[in-house]
């Protein structure tokens, strides 16, 4: 008997470069799941303050990881994420929690601890990896791998909006210091730091709309076949 491997479709590229709404976009569309591996690291980030755990304790905070109590609700509007059965849908968006998951994504305990759950998503009929290392470390045998980037300045923007759209409290030059400073930490770690895989398809999105990046990667998948 034949054991079919579903389809993986990795975009992986740096904070704010739009990767969320194209991934979500993508998974509708191809009605696929969905793995947004960064709310994995974020959620990690947010038990550990919950539970007192330094950010330099990595035997702790990889503890934690490998037993993240955590549920998706996927909806139509905004998902709602449960962590130990609270609601920490917006809490785990906030910029203080990004910088945090960064810190924690940076050790290598904590990475390998998520590997094993991140894969299980990987169900039929296929998925769309959201991340970091998608491509290069979770899903090297993904069928489609795309690096989607933009200008820091752009992707401060939109996250800008993005936060304010939710109702949370921004500012714009803080975000743009905490992008570059993501942006540094994420691409010079040891353990898989934020680079393309070399059979990646780059994908530039400074200048281009929402909609025109989800045609462009639509075109690559129906070339693929899926
Ligand atoms: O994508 P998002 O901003 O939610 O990710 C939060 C942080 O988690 C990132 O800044 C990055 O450091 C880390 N991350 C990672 N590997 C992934 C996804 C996220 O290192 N696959």
């Given at each position: 008997m034949t054991v079919s491997i579903p389809p993986v479709i990795a975009i992986d590229g740096p904070s704010g470069s739009g990767k969320g709404t194209l991934c979500k976009r993508l998974a509708q569309r191809m009605g696929y799941h969905l793995l947004d591996s960064g709310a994995l690291y974020r959620l990690v980030a947010l038990a550990a303050e919950h539970h007192g755990?330094?950010?330099?304790n990595e035997r702790a905070l990889a503890d934690i990881a490998a037993h993240l109590d955590v549920q998706f609700l996927p909806s139509d509007d905004s998902d709602k994420v449960l962590l130990e059965g609270e609601d920490v849908s917006l809490a785990i968006r906030t910029e203080a929690v990004g910088m945090n998951a960064s810190r924690v994504a940076s050790l290598t305990l904590v990475r390998r601890a998520l590997e094993s759950r991140q894969r299980a998503f990987a169900e039929a009929p296929g998925l769309v990896a959201d991340g970091r290392?998608?491509?290069?470390?979770?899903?090297?045998?993904?069928?489609i791998k795309i690096f989607l980037t933009a200008s820091a300045e752009e992707r401060a923007d939109r996250r800008y909006k993005q936060l304010k759209s939710k109702g949370l409290d921004a500012s714009l030059a803080d975000i743009l210091v905490d992008i570059k400073q993501r942006d540094h930490r994420d691409e010079s770690r040891?353990?898989?730091?934020l680079r393309p895989a070399d059979d990646a398809e780059l994908l530039d999105?400074?200048?281009?709309?929402i909609t025109e990046v989800e045609q462009k990667v639509m075109t690559l998948i129906r070339n693929r076949g899926l």
């Open positions: 755990v330094g950010m330099e290392d998608m491509g290069t470390v979770v899903f090297p045998q993904a069928i040891t353990v898989a730091p999105c400074t200048h281009l709309s």
